[in-house]
């Protein structure tokens, strides 16, 4: 079993919907969970860090982490054209090594 | 800029020489991590650094791949006698204690 996993997809969702991206992880000391945005053939950009179990909003991004179900959410609100990208799930445990998942391709089509 | 940095951008070797690369982390962060990435993957962990301290490096990671980083500050890998398989993206990050760590723009190893 993959340590970090993510469905590859492509997800693809209309403009103005809401994209749901999953992540599930397999250790369960894992402490602290990152989205990253990554633009074909440019590097991983932080979009936001989720620690605790809930939710976590900034802007059009909301985090949800479910400790219990080793699972971890990114919803993109009002999803534009730009938002296309590769999207890492990064996991962090007590190593303090960041653990990525494969990332999840979503396309937003005008 | 005060962001990480990554040099050179882009590499093309033949396969056999050694290769190195360097990046300089954001000033005040004291962990650097190097990661690698082909196409259509996640970034892969290579190593990590907690100021000059090699604290981690990935049991995957070849014996001719090295990784220093002398004064705790810029750091450099190596990979020597350079595979086909070694072409990829080298990625560096870095962050502060345990808080989220921000990549450089990445250096892409061609390895012909």
């Known amino acids: 079993q993959k340590e970090v996993e993510q469905n590859s997809g492509p997800l693809s969702v209309p403009e103005g919907a809401i994209a749901s991206l999953n992540c599930t992880y397999s250790?369960?000391?894992?402490?602290?969970f990152f989205w990253y945005r990554q633009y074909s053939g440019k590097s991983p950009e932080l979009i936001m860090f989720?620690?605790?179990?809930g939710d976590k909003e900034d802007g059009r991004f909301t985090a949800q982490l479910n400790k219990a179900s080793q699972y971890v959410s990114l919803l993109i609100r009002d999803s534009q054209p730009s938002d296309s990208a590769t999207y890492l799930c990064?996991?962090?445990?007590?190593?303090?090594?960041?653990?990525f998942g494969p990332g999840t391709r979503l396309s937003v089509l005008p | 800029d005060t962001g990480v940095s990554q040099n050179p951008r882009h590499k093309i070797t033949k396969r056999g020489q050694n290769v190195t690369f360097r990046c300089d982390p954001i000033?005040?962060?004291?962990?650097l991590y190097w990661y690698r990435q082909t196409l259509g993957q996640g970034p892969e962990f290579l190593t990590y650094?907690?100021?000059?301290?090699?604290?981690?490096k990935s049991r995957l990671l070849s014996d001719r791949f090295s990784a220093e980083r002398p004064k705790g500050s810029f750091s450099t890998l190596e990979i020597q006698r350079t595979e086909q398989g070694d072409s990829a993206m080298y990625l560096c990050?870095?962050?502060?204690?345990?808080?989220?760590?921000?990549f450089g723009q990445g250096t892409r190893l061609t390895v012909v």
């Open positions: 990064a996991v962090k445990n007590y190593g303090q090594n960041f653990v």
């Open positions: 250790d369960r000391g894992s402490q602290s």
């Open positions: 989720i620690y605790s179990n």
């Open positions: 000033s005040e962060h004291n962990r």
């Open positions: 650094f907690q100021n000059e301290a090699q604290l981690e």
């Open positions: 990050a870095s962050n502060k204690d345990s808080t989220e760590a921000f």
